[in-house]
T-cell receptor
Framework: DPKIIQKPKYLVAVTGSEKILICEQY?????MYWYRQSAKKPLEFMFS???????DNQTASSRFQPQSSKKNHLDLQITALKPDDSATYFC??????????????FGPGTRLTVL | GDSVTQTEGLVTLTEGLPVMLNCTYQ??????LFWYVQHLNEAPKLLLK?????KRPEHQGFHATLHKSSSSFHLQKSSAQLSDSALYYC????????FGDGTQLVVKP
């Protein structure tokens, strides 16, 4: 059974629209993350959450908003989509935010294409 | 600030030859270091991580030694296999995770 679920696997959107990427983890982890991967930047850290609280935000644009309704959920809302947002978005989790238990477990990713 | 540097963007070598992927880091404290591997169309996954007691981590024939004096955590393998072809990321944990830019390893027959 998959331990980290991301929905959808593929997503096509039009410029200017809004989408929500879903992430659920069943590893019992306390920390969750979002990363973006594109040809321009191989793996780019976006956000980290610990116990449903935002701990770090390295995303310059406010168009990206993480949402945590439950401890094991961390969705990513993207508004006013642009073609440059096209990338694979990975959700990840770890036992703790830092230290020896900060090993990241990645979900399968959502491949977003903005036309 | 903290950072990770992977000097090679692409490493191409012949099956059976030794592998060494470079990773150096900059950190204000003593961080944990990780290597992640990402095969084509898959998610990154942990390959190995440094230990607090300075043991050398090994996995799938790969090993890495944390050298604090030179701030390095190079990834090595004695004999490359075709299945080792993948993207390798070095990462540092010091209150948050810092990933390097990755090294694409291509192993040819």
């Amino acid at each position: 059974d998959p331990k980290i679920i991301q929905k959808p696997k593929y997503l096509v959107a039009v410029t200017g629209s809004e989408k929500i990427l879903i992430c659920e983890q069943y590893l019992g982890h306390n920390a969750m993350y979002w990363y973006r991967q594109s040809a321009k930047k191989p793996l780019e850290f976006m956000f980290s959450y610990s116990y449903q609280k935002l701990m770090d935000n390295q995303t310059a644009s406010s168009r990206f908003q993480p949402q945590s309704s439950k401890k094991n959920h961390l969705d990513l809302q993207i508004t006013a989509l642009k073609p440059d947002d096209s990338a694979t978005y990975f959700c990840a989790s770890s036992q703790d935010l830092t230290g020896n238990y900060a090993e990241q477990f990645f979900g399968p990713g959502t491949r977003l294409t903005v036309l | 600030g903290d950072s990770v540097t992977q000097t090679e963007g692409l490493v191409t070598l012949t099956e059976g030859l030794p592998v060494m992927l470079n990773c150096t880091y900059q950190s204000t404290y003593s961080p944990f270091l990780f290597w992640y591997v990402q095969h084509l169309n898959e998610a990154p996954k942990l390959l190995l991580k440094s230990f607090t007691d300075n043991k050398r981590p090994e996995h799938q024939g790969f090993h890495a030694t944390l050298h604090k004096s030179s701030s390095s955590f190079h990834l090595q393998k004695s004999s490359a296999q075709l299945s080792d072809s993948a993207l390798y990321y070095c990462a540092l944990d010091n209150n948050r995770i810092f990933f390097g830019d990755g090294t694409q390893l291509v192993v040819k027959p």
